[in-house]
C-alpha cells in the first residue's frame, strides 16, 4: 500500500465535518419534518472541523462519524489533531485516526488538556498497552499529546488560541485561528475569553435548539452573543432537529447563518508566533 494519501487541498478553509447534536440528525426514531427532511444540510452527523494551515490539517474532535465524514471530504490527511473536551460525541471516533502516523512516518501530533487525555488513555486502554507498543503504524492509534492550557501555541504554521468556554458545569476550550473561531458545545464564556474574540472575521457558535439547556446556548441567546461580538459573519453549530436548516437560516439577523454538513469557508488573519 502506498504511504502517500489522496487528499483534497483545503489549505485557507474551513471545512465542517458534522454540524449536528450528540444525537445526530436524523435522531433515531423520531419522524418530524426535519428528520424526514430530503434537504441534505439536515442531514448532521457529530460536530467537528478541519483547518487546512499552511503546513498541514488541523483536526478539531474525533466525532464517532469521523472515517465517513474525512471520506466524504476528501480529507486523506489530518497532521495533526485538537480536542474541544472528552465527552463522547467529540472522542469517541479517534481509533480512526490511526492510518494517519502510517501517512506521516511519526505518531500524531493530540493537542489537548490534561483530562482529555487522561480520559483517551481510559477510552482507549488497548493503544496503550505495552504489548501493542511495537505493532506497526496504522494498527492501533499512535499518538503524541502536547498538554494544552488557555496560552497560544503555534500548530502547523498557525497561531492557535485555545478559548475557555463553559459547558454547563464542565470547562471546556474553543479554537481561534486567525480572524475564526470555533465555539462548539457552550453556554457560556467568561469576560476574558470575549475579549479573545474581539475582532473576528468568522465566529462558529453552538446553537442547540429555540429552548434553553443547560450545557448549550439556544438559538436567541447565541445570536445575542454574536451580536455582542459583531463578527462579520457568524455559522450556527452544534444542532438539534429542532432547527430546520432553511426555515432557521430565513429568520436569522443579517450576517448570520446555519452552519451544514460540507461546508466550507475561508479562513482569514492566519499567522505564526
Not at 11 to 30: D, K
Request: proline share 7%.
Amino acid at each position: 500500500m502506498s504511504r502517500k494519501p489522496v487528499s483534497a487541498d483545503i489549505s485557507g478553509q474551513l471545512v465542517f465535518l458534522g454540524t449536528g447534536t450528540s444525537h445526530g440528525v436524523p435522531l433515531i426514531g423520531c419522524g418530524c419534518a426535519t428528520c424526514r427532511s430530503a434537504d441534505q444540510r439536515n442531514q448532521r452527523t457529530r460536530c467537528a472541523v478541519v483547518f487546512g494551515l499552511p503546513y498541514g490539517n488541523l483536526l478539531i474532535d474525533t466525532p464517532p462519524e469521523l472515517r465517513v465524514q474525512l471520506v466524504r471530504e476528501g480529507i486523506g490527511v489530518v497532521h495533526a489533531l485538537a480536542y474541544t473536551h472528552s465527552h463522547a460525541d467529540h472522542l469517541f471516533g479517534l481509533d480512526d485516526v490511526r492510518i494517519f502516523p502510517r501517512y506521516l512516518g511519526y505518531p500524531l501530533p493530540v493537542y489537548c488538556e490534561s483530562e482529555v487525555e487522561a480520559a483517551i488513555r481510559r477510552a482507549f486502554a488497548y493503544a496503550f498497552d505495552p504489548a501493542v507498543q511495537d505493532f506497526p503504524a496504522g494498527g492501533v492509534p499512535k499518538l503524541a499529546f502536547q498538554t494544552l492550557d488557555t496560552k497560544p501555541v503555534e500548530i502547523l504554521g498557525a497561531r492557535v488560541t485555545p478559548i475557555r468556554l463553559k459547558h454547563g458545569p464542565w470547562d471546556i476550550l474553543g479554537f481561534r485561528v486567525g480572524d475564526v473561531a470555533y465555539c462548539t458545545d457552550t453556554n457560556g464564556i467568561p469576560a476574558e475569553s470575549l475579549a479573545r474574540l474581539e475582532g473576528l472575521d468568522t465566529l462558529i457558535l453552538d446553537a442547540l435548539r429555540e429552548e434553553p439547556h443547560v450545557t448549550h446556548f439556544s438559538l436567541d441567546e447565541a445570536i445575542e452573543i454574536a451580536r455582542r461580538l459583531a463578527p462579520k459573519r457568524t455559522y450556527f453549530t452544534h444542532l438539534s432537529h429542532r432547527l430546520e436548516h432553511e426555515a432557521t437560516r430565513r429568520r436569522l439577523p443579517p450576517g448570520m447563518d446555519v452552519a451544514y454538513d460540507g461546508l466550507r469557508i475561508p479562513l482569514r488573519g492566519i499567522s505564526g508566533i
